[in-house]
């Protein structure tokens, strides 16, 4: 059964940095589409940040510059650095991955294209 298991979340003052990391069992991540998610209290889940097979990155409009998605398949483990953290980054922070059997040419940004998901780590940003 694929296991994804966030970590690195916490509290933070605004302007602030963390890293956010992904591990993954029975997945191999090499070559697969993997995404951060993020849910802000009240709010539906949006696309954060992916990658697709090729290795091509995609970013939400309201991370671009600041957020550093990676992936280290020696370690089966994606990461997103985030840096210039805001009140509005404040969120539950998921990591979703592909089907192994699925091929994706540009990174998807649907909920629904994704087939596993982590339980999330929170990130709280403050004044």
């Known amino acids: 059964q694929v296991q994804l298991v966030e970590s690195g979340g916490g509290s933070v003052e605004a302007g602030g940095s963390l890293r956010l990391s992904c591990g993954a069992s029975r997945y191999t991540t090499s070559g697969r589409c993997m995404a951060w998610f993020r849910q802000a209290p009240g709010k539906a889940r949006e696309f954060v940040s992916g990658i697709d097979t090729d290795g091509r990155l995609k970013y939400a409009d309201s991370v671009k510059g600041r957020f550093t998605i990676s992936k280290d398949n020696a370690k089966n483990t994606l990461y997103l650095q985030m840096n210039s953290l805001n009140l509005e980054d404040t969120a539950m922070y998921y990591c979703?991955?592909?089907?192994?059997?699925?091929?994706?040419?540009?990174?998807?940004?649907?909920?629904?294209?994704?087939?596993?998901w982590g339980q999330g780590t929170l990130v709280i940003v403050s004044n």
């Open positions: 979703a991955a592909t089907h192994e059997l699925r091929v994706f040419k540009g990174v998807p940004t649907r909920e629904d294209t994704f087939a596993y």
